[in-house]
């Protein structure tokens, strides 16, 4: 288990890692946390002709307050960084939330944010996460103009996005939730840091006549890529969220799914985990909304 | 012919430089090219943990790291801790709690805990298996480390 | 029996190395001119070979040599038996079908090496693999244990009429007369999952040639280092002088390292003398899934008559063994899974039936369980099918069954793994189970605490079993005690070690009887040019066989010190004593020499050594059991299920255990404790799958689920029993396997109890919430 | 592993039928297709560098009809090998005229994957083969519009 040969460039500014990537074209790939990557490489599934290292670009490396009170995520900022960030947690509780159950602690200390979001796993937290966060991502390359593309359009299929070979995503812009927001994250997996069986992920916003303003919900792990519900929209928002209604939406999202059988679990047995996992992540997103938080 | 780069990687405090084709992994780098061979090798894809460092003080994964990307970083590895006739206080109460057996899978847990303890002086038994559940130990069953773990935070916050 | 250093807690002292990263194992082994090898292994798991194309790859550059089975000429052939088939047993058949070096004419499993490329680095080597064409037709593979005894449309090895690889039959009574006066006869199909031993160290191999001393050195994981010495001299047609194998520290053995005649111990030693290089192979973790050994793989047919009552008339199991593609190992596994069905509970009627399958998967041979687990498995869930038709409470029945402490010793009439007929030695199985559900609170459970769990909605529920651990099995093993001119102690012994303690409990043994610090005893394992006489580390018999072993030749060494201390000290030898180091004349300290002079005493440079008097103050014995010591114990676990996703957490988990005298009770947790994850692990996380191709899907730990940290129960305690074995001196039995047998069958029974709505009915050893899940709709809600 | 399912094509059933008895347009179906050779008049030699996201693997095969029955049914057969492993694939596929100028794709099949790919990359092979079936139809249809325009 040794990887195949390559060539390594290690540029030391964005500019110079865009230069690389359209030079390579077809060729080149971009490394970045690697923790997916070079797992593959050396089963020899993966054998990119040259990596592009992003590491040694400090300047992709941040997080940001934006104007609007959102945050801004360079694209190498490790998950752990992000899941301790007093800036994200005060923002942004539903990501430290969800980056605890992305594979062990020294996982998290390498793989990049950005990195999990393009490598686009289906099983994948971060890059769901980025779709019910209404996240837009910053696409740039050397001969194209910078692209903002929302997380919701930037996934095609499984480990599949809009990004090509020339093209870095470097940053990750979260927009503010307004207040009276909760969120919550639900998985089954076999075990602590491993894939999640399915999982879902729920934003609510309430008004105030405690009604249902704005409902997002993801799910994940159960097709092709994370799926962003339309069926909550239709049945909560301008609603009460009572439990039952929640129950509803665990029901009606199973025609928005279409789960795998794989060795840990049926097509069937993920669909009913999101029928389980829906409620209670609506339950709990509600008490969160409610204090406000 | 293959690419081969120059690099300077500091471990343990000792700075070598050398010439590595890119894809030799740090795992490969630090046992084979240093000769320090207290970092193990047990999955070469990120799931067992016997091949964890400290990378610049965070505790990685020296198999998903190429050695090329170590080129100007500090990196210390489990003989960086004490020697036999020093142990440092966390390998003495692995010693005194029985927190090893076959030892293949220890120095990386070791080196998980090290920076761990540092930021959480006085964790609860939870917390050290959440901490811990990156390292696959076949042998102990993981009570043993848990108590080790437990009786080094003792130890090292009483300045034993 | 417990003594100044005998029966105590000593800290272990291996570990300083260990933990401090300067232990040396088999990839730290660095030798001037080494070169590396990597196999390129078939990806079909049944093909006959057409072409094996290598001439780009011997073009690669940095690669030194590749050979395909055609370059091997006469040294291709197929490998020993390494364990003789089970002929003491009536009427068994046995097809032996050993292992060859390397694939020739056909590939039998995916994963079977069919060429080995020796290069300057192992990046090189595996580069070098993947320019070698291989030219194959893909067969139909047997997988299906149950369809391949029948179906001979396709067949493992073509030169037999079908896949049956063997057929043993034992019986004791008449089963079928105690069916005619049953009241009730429950009977089930029950599967024991696939599994491997996974130790965290893969497997290595080094090997020098070294043509000037005509000396071949070879280091290696292995637990059983002068059986791989035997086979690599045989090979070679070397004296086993010519070859000395050397186990380095060993990452965990867990029972696969035990096979040899291997690709890597068969082909490597003859690539080093023909090259005259150093070579090294270091297994990766996909090889290690692909290619060395695993097991479990049995199906079962089970049959018991009970009286209403709940008293065993008879019970009849009819199970089918999964080999893989060769059986050189024997039937070591189904044997003990025979022995075991029928070991803890009075049986007095009883047939069983082994038909061991070849199919295209790797070789079977023992992982920690070793058989015992699936035996364990299936009795235990007959006991509580039996239970469930009787709507007796599954302690009860266990109480009834067991056997009493005043049958021991008890002849069980079925021979097992070590071809001799088996007997129960001692021990106390009904005090066992009682002070489980003493520590576990049973009654508490069942009464307060579940009822009131029920009452909120939350899932509890319990499961209580029994086991024994058939353990120290022979043929013998034997050491060598040494006292230096330093006055330190030296053991060697032909047994090794692979993260046992055996440097620490085996130093007990020799200070407890000479006297000297623990840590003035250096202990040698496993090297074959210190001590070559053995058989290797299996079926939990290290402290007892080799510890026997070891206890004998320190209490001739004692002798030794007597007869010649009083001598020079001019006493009588009842007038002398062990003081720490030294040897003293009793009531006059003062009057004494130490150790180490006493032993450069029993060496002398000149003059002459009496007649009969050996030099030095040494001593070999050796220990062979007439047959093995049983272990036992009872295990109960509280589970917490979540009806709806079908997660369990094990909220409590308690293990009473018999292992007879204890050496070192620290040591002792440690095992049992290692092989309760292990335990946990195949109920709930372990599995290898291979698909009806033949595919191995299960080749990484990602799709391989080893038990973390967070998988262990919150709250492990462990009993212990002390009813030491009269079988040897030190009244030891072995409990390196003990953990690992009862947590299957407890969990399956927990989490029945638990979800206590359905009539769930669980038949697999490994279970995972998908398949509990499946259970679960399947069964009828009460 | 068993794969099955359906597609609506928007076309007539001839044209259907024929673009799936035409490999070269078959081929375009096929993401990293580099490609493709008749050998004879059922066979097809072909070359795909396939990558998904960090996997890439080359193969080398062959790609045959048969049960050929225009415009009702035929059967793809696919045989690849290369150094991550060997995929072997049958699929029936079926047509059925359901009006408004539309055809309707019934398959289903058996795929065998062996080599790395399966042993450590079965997590990933349901949801990657759904995933190309989707996208290789759609690209089908792509090019049944350009074939039709043709005509």
Known sequence: ?293 | MAQLIKIKVTVNDTVYEREVEPRLLLSDFIRHELGLFGTHVGCEHGMCGACTILFDGEPVRSCLIFAVQANGHEIKTVESLGTPEHLHPLQEAFNEKHGLQCGFCTPGILMTVVPFLEENPHPSEDEIREAIDGNICRCTGYEKIIESVQAASEKMSSGK | MTGKYFGQPVLRLEDKHLLTGRAKFCDDIVIPGMLHAAFLRSDYAHAIIKNIDVTEARKHPGVVAVYTAEDMGDYWKLGPLQVPPPFAIKGAQFNARTLPPIAKGKVRFSGEPIAVVIAESRYIAEDACEDIIFDAEPLPAVIDLEKAWEDTSVLVHDDLPSNMAALVKQESGDYEAAKKQADVVVSHRYVADHVAGAAMENRGFVVNWDERTQEMTVWAGTQAPLPLRSAIAGRMGLVENQVRVITPYIGGGFGPKVMTSQADDVLLPWISMKLNRPIKWIEDRRENFLATTSERDQVHHCEMALKNDGTILGFKDIFYHNTGAYDPYGMTVPLNTQTHTVSNYRVPNFYTEIRMVFTNEMVVTPVRGAGRSEGVFVMERMMDLAARELKMDPVEIRLKNLLKKEEFPLNTGVIGQDFVVGVLDSGDYKNNLEKCIQMIDYEKFRNEIQPKARKEGKHLGIGVVTFTEGTAVGPYEGARVTVGNNGKVSVATGYSTQGQGHFTVFAQIVAEQLNVKVEDVRVITGDTGHFHWGAGTFASRGATIAGSAINSAAVLVREKIFATAAKLLDVPEDQVELCEGSVCVKGHPEKSVSLGDLAGKANPMRGAVEADVKPGLEATAYYAPPHGATGSGACAMIVDVDPETCKVNIERFVLVHDCGTVINPLLLEGQIQGGVSMGIGNAFYEKMVYDENGQLMTASFMDYLMPQATDMPKRMEIGHNVHPSPLNTLGLKGVGEAGALPPPPAFCQAVEDALYEYDLDLTESNLNPSLLYKFKNEATKR | MNVEGEYIFNGPQQAVYEMFNDPTALATAVPGMQKMVQVDETHYEGAIFLRIGPISAAFEGVLSLTDVNPPESCTLNIEGKGKAGFAKGVGRVKFTDIGNNQTKLNYSGEVNIGGTLASVGQRMIDSVAKSMIKSGCEKLQKTLEERCQQK
Not at chain 1, 36 to 63: K, Q, T
Not at chain 1, 150 to 173: H, K, Q
Request: some cysteine; hydrophobic content about 40%; overall charge negative.
């Open chain 1, 1 to 293: 288990m040794k990887p195949a040969q390559f060539d390594y460039f290690a540029p030391a500014s964005v500019e110079e890692a865009l230069d690389k990537l359209a030079e390579l074209g077809y060729d080149g790939k971009v490394l970045a946390g690697g923790q997916s990557l070079i797992a593959a490489m050396n089963f020899r599934m993966a054998r990119p002709g040259a990596l592009v290292d992003l590491n040694n670009i400090p300047e992709l490396s941040f997080i940001k307050p934006t104007a609007d009170g959102g945050l801004a995520i360079g694209t190498m900022t490790r998950v752990h960084t992000v899941e301790h960030s007093p800036e994200v947690i005060k923002r942004f509780p539903l990501l430290p939330e969800v980056a605890h159950y992305i594979g062990h602690a020294q996982i998290r200390r390498r793989g990049s944010f950005g990195g999990a979001i393009a490598h686009a796993d289906p099983s994948g937290q971060l890059p769901g996460i980025a779709k019910v966060m209404n996240a837009k991502c910053l696409i740039r390359s050397k001969d194209k103009e910078d692209r903002w593309v929302d997380a919701a359009d930037l996934i095609i299929g499984p480990f599949m996005t809009v990004i090509e070979y020339e093209d870095l995503l470097t940053e990750v812009v979260l927009p503010p939730n307004p207040p009276r927001t909760g969120s919550s994250y639900q998985q089954v997996a076999r075990q602590h840091g491993g894939y999640a069986l399915a999982a879902c992920a729920s934003v609510l916003t309430l008004d105030e006549k405690n009604q249902c303003q704005d409902a997002r919900l993801i799910l994940m792990g159960v097709g092709e890529m994370p799926i962003l519900s339309d069926k909550i929209k239709e049945i909560l928002i301008g609603q009460e969220p009572t439990e039952a209604a929640f129950k509803t939406v665990g029901e009606a999202v199973q025609s928005e799914i279409d789960p795998s059988t794989d060795l840990n679990g049926t097509a069937e047995y993920r669909r009913d985990l999101i029928r389980v996992l829906v409620p209670r992540s609506l339950a709990l997103s509600l008490e969160r909304a409610k204090k406000g938080s």
